[in-house]
């Protein structure tokens, strides 16, 4: 939710490879090994460069150095999500960052986008070795951010991930579009995000 183009970016990255346009997404997501992987790499069970050297000749790519970052290469940070929460920030919020992460090293894909200095507290699935929809991972984002789950909204592009947290009294916004989501969070906050660029 703090990117936008994922999908052109990936599809671009798969034709300059040679690849078929929706060759990372059947990879993945489709193919098993391909998912037990990338399971792997969001537990940290895997590193990114590992992951790197085993997806490859799966995608078909004879170059695995920093696979992960040339994909991603094209991504861009979603300016207007990211004014929410630097506005939610102002406001006195506090304000977390709940991610299942594909690694961070070769790249980083948080210090890429600049958001790591966004948030008050950030729990990260590869550090934690659990990942989203796990129940635990929300309970230790509760904790770390000493609020009861009432107090708390919880954004997600993907609805799997929502009933864990609602579980826990977390009022769940599905984020289905970037325009639509800042909006229904800015009524739910009480904050009008100014809109501007991406500071990094």
């Known amino acids: 939710m703090l990117t936008e183009g994922v999908q052109a970016a990936l599809h671009s990255w798969c034709a300059s490879e040679g690849l078929a346009p929706d060759a990372w997404r059947i990879t993945l997501a489709e193919l098993p090994e391909g998912r037990e992987l990338y399971a792997a790499l969001e537990s940290g069970r895997l590193s990114q460069a590992e992951w790197n050297r085993r997806t490859a000749p799966l995608l078909g790519v004879d170059d695995h150095h920093n696979l992960m970052g040339r994909a991603w290469s094209g991504v861009r940070p ?13 406001a006195g919020y506090t304000v977390a960052l709940l991610s299942n992460s594909f690694g961070l090293d070769p790249y980083d894909p948080y210090e890429a986008l600049g ?13 934690e070795g659990i990942a989203k ?10 904790e770390r951010m000493d609020l009861p789950g ?3 909204v919880f954004v997600d592009d993907n ?7 609602a579980a826990l009294g977390i009022t769940t916004v599905h984020a289905d579009g970037q325009a639509d989501t800042v909006k229904r969070l800015s009524s739910l906050l ?9 500071h990094r």
């Open 78 to 90: 979603a300016a207007n999500m990211i004014a929410l929460a630097r506005a939610a920030r102002r």
């Open 115 to 127: 958001v790591w200095k966004l948030f008050d507290v950030t729990v990260v699935s590869e550090r």
């Open 133 to 142: 929809p796990d129940p635990e991972i929300y309970q230790r984002t509760l």
């Open 150 to 152: 009432e107090a708390c």
């Open 159 to 165: 609805p799997g991930n929502l009933p864990p947290a």
């Open 190 to 198: 009480g904050i009008l995000p100014a809109a501007g660029r991406v």
